[in-house]
């Protein structure tokens, strides 16, 4: 059993309705120190099997495929291991 | 300037959707392997003023008043500096 952390961002100049939303409320609220919030997705993924090369380009492929949007979307995997 | 790296996950036996849909997704693809997705949030943000123990508390307060559900979401704030 191997664990990974992938943190899904959204790339440079891509707008994030979540963030901005996220941003504008807390300035409206007592927060008008906030200059920016950025909402990305933080994923946790257990896997069978040893951590090792292919497992991980495994992990790296599943994002491409489904976990991350690369087209919008910059990925980072790491290994708990 | 001050940015801070906060990670919102649901607590233990709270049912994530997101993840739970990932998870039946790739085991339905070609990734067997996969034993567990859990889905929460990775939020980036950056606040105005110098980065000491009263702005981070100030970040907290965000976090349980917005940024996180308590109720059912667990928080862990890191400060990049």
């Known amino acids: ?7 899904v961002t959204y790339k440079q100049g891509i707008f994030d ?3 901005a ?3 504008r409320a807390l300035q409206q609220m007592e927060f008008d120190e ?3 919030v950025r909402i990305g997705k933080y994923i946790t993924l257990e896997v069978a099997g040893e951590p090792d090369a292919a497992q991980r380009a495994r992990v ?9 949007n ?12």
């Open 1 to 7: 059993m191997a664990r990974y952390q992938i943190y």
């Open 17 to 19: 309705p979540a963030g």
């Open 60 to 68: 790296e492929t599943m994002c491409e495929k489904l976990l991350a």
């Open 21 to 23: 939303t996220a941003e």
């Open 70 to 81: 690369p087209v919008i979307e910059d990925y980072r995997i790491e290994s708990e291991s």
């Open 34 to 36: 906030v200059d920016s």
